[in-house]
């Protein structure tokens, strides 16, 4: 048999129609929420069918608990004076449009799928793919957390290249006390919901495995979230609002009106940042559980 209609065969369809019908139902009811943005929706049927599908139900049960979590924290004092300035600095507001869906669940969706392929080659290759998997969404969460609740701080954020330079709320590359407090508890949330959903469903890794994974992925998504923070210090696209007379990520204005470019890659916007702070978490964590699998890793062979 052809290779690539054998590999097709072997598709978990069952899982992925699963994946599709839970995360197409969960998107509508968050965008009816107001979490979503009609694009939102695709990309949470997108990354959701393929965790869901290639990861199975605890690694689709997490992903749940990182939308729940970061989009109730989104909401969380959104009167707040604090948040409402900060907010004016981000490139976008609380629904999450397809970019931001990709950005944040896209990482996980694709070592979800390498998971997959690599278990069918050998089982320790498999277990760091979904390793990366949980360090990934470790990463989005941390990162979530650090910006909702960050911005509260009663204390002034300094730049992270700096720490000597006070910025304002919401400045790419500031942290806080309570920011960095706040990674570390949102990564260590998903760390610990990455252990309960394995007693609960047993699909991904032996038991032996669950504490060191959640361990290194705890680690890699404050690593991840400081990674964050430091792209944005530095080679992230900043804009200047002649308008509101500030900086901001936003290329430009609601209205259309363009915003004049001060620093960093203009490609480098805000999901970029995401995306690839998500990509260094899952390395840290993958980097980090390497010592935990088990046995050494066996060479990979992807003849037919």
Request: one cysteine or more; charged letters at 15%; hydrophobic letters at 45%.
């Amino acid at each position: 048999m052809n290779p690539f209609w054998a590999w097709m065969g072997s598709l978990p369809v069952a899982r992925l129609l699963t994946g599709f019908a839970l995360s197409a139902a969960i998107g509508v009811l968050a965008y009816r929420r107001g979490a979503l943005s009609r694009s939102g929706i695709g990309g949470a049927i997108l990354t959701g069918t393929a965790i869901f599908g290639f990861g199975g139900w605890a690694m689709g049960s997490l992903l749940l608990a990182f939308f729940v979590s970061s989009s109730w924290l989104s909401h969380y004092k959104e009167r707040d004076l604090r948040k409402q300035r900060a907010a004016e600095m981000f490139e976008k507001g609380g629904r999450r449009d397809l970019g931001q869906a990709l950005a944040n669940g896209g990482a996980a969706a694709c070592f979800s799928l390498l998971g997959w392929v690599l278990t069918a080659q050998a089982v320790e290759w498999g277990m760091l793919g979904y390793a990366c998997a949980v360090g990934a969404l470790c990463t989005v969460n941390a990162d979530t957390w650090a910006t909702e609740l960050g911005v509260l701080s009663q204390s002034p954020p300094r730049l992270i290249t700096r720490p000597s330079r006070i910025v304002p709320a919401g400045t790419s590359g500031g942290i806080t006390l309570l920011g960095t407090s706040a990674a570390l508890g949102g990564s260590t949330f998903i760390a610990l919901c990455s252990m309960a959903f394995q007693v609960v469903f047993n699909d991904l890794l032996p038991s032996p495995q669950w504490l060191p994974l959640a361990g290194a992925a705890m680690l890699g998504g404050l690593f991840g979230s400081l990674f964050d923070s430091l792209l944005g210090a530095t080679v992230q696209a900043i804009y200047y609002s002649e308008r509101r007379r500030k900086e901001t990520e936003r290329a430009y204005e609601r209205d259309g009106t363009p915003n004049h470019h001060l620093r960093g890659w203009r490609w480098l916007n805000n999901d970029w940042v995401n995306f690839l702070s998500s990509l260094f978490g899952a390395a840290c964590t993958a980097a980090l559980f390497l010592p935990f699998t088990m046995g050494s890793l066996p060479t990979l062979s992807f003849s037919p």
